[in-house]
């Protein structure tokens, strides 16, 4: 499986900063995703990073909010803009290549980012 | 539409088995199973197709019912070591042959103690 790393680890914020977070890969790959969970909640998705193009966002997230970018094959990078207390959550990156039959995903280590 | 999961919480003895649910309203590709250890990532234990192909943890059995879009993990024997929050993912059905999208269960809470 790929190694994934993620910058920063976690972080606290003030209440109307923005906070980019990184996702590196050590291989290339088809798919890069980004989750977001709630404390002692499930993941979420907000949106599929699509390399060369606009990021696919989810129901309720929007790319004002959320813009993502996808240079290459290999790293992907999420903002969290305008923060509010409500964003206080963790981040997680999610690769997977495109190997038929099996799609197999693999989460990085999470951002735990805290808005005050 | 977010797969249901059942039991919630399991509290298991070292040794003992169980057995974790997960049932959509949607057709489904594929389910996958993951393990999350308190602060750390979800780990990947198995993905199942339709079809019944499967692939994943050597020491973990999965089964997928695809007419009834239900898929159940096996815990056999367990040790400590599994202790954590058991999430589905689910990948619905797509004609071209699946999306990698996945959407996630509420997860089960597994405690296994000695």
């Known amino acids: 499986s790929a190694v994934i790393s993620q910058k920063p680890s976690r972080d606290i914020c003030q209440r109307g900063t923005s906070l980019t977070i990184q996702c590196q890969v050590d291989?290339?790959?088809?798919?890069m995703f980004w989750y977001r969970q709630q404390p002692g909640q499930s993941l979420t998705l907000i949106a599929t990073a699509n390399q060369g193009s606009e990021a696919t966002y989810e129901s309720g997230f929007v790319i004002d909010k959320f813009p993502i970018s996808r240079p290459n094959l290999t790293f992907s990078t999420l903002t969290v803009s305008n923060m509010s207390p409500e964003d206080s959550s963790i981040y997680l990156c999610?690769?997977?290549?495109?190997?038929?039959?099996?799609?197999?995903?693999?989460f990085g280590p999470g951002t735990r980012l805290t808005v005050l | 539409q977010q797969p249901v999961q059942s039991p919630q919480a399991v509290i298991l003895r070292e040794g003992e088995d169980a057995v974790i649910n997960c049932s959509s309203s949607k057709a489904l590709y594929s389910v996958h199973w993951y393990r999350q250890k308190h602060g750390e990532a979800p780990v990947f234990l198995m993905i199942l197709l339709k079809g019944g192909e499967q692939k994943g943890h050597e020491k973990i059995s999965a089964s997928f019912n695809e007419k009834k879009q239900q898929s159940s993990l096996y815990l056999t024997a367990s040790q400590l070591s599994y202790s954590g929050t058991y999430f589905c993912?689910?990948?619905?059905?797509?004609?071209?042959?699946?999306?990698?999208?996945?959407?996630f269960g509420k997860g089960t809470k597994l405690t296994v103690n000695p």
């Open positions: 993912g689910t990948v619905p059905y797509i004609t071209q042959g699946g999306s990698e999208k996945l959407v």
């Open positions: 291989s290339q790959v088809t798919m």
């Open positions: 999610s690769v997977a290549s495109r190997g038929a039959p099996y799609n197999e995903q693999f």
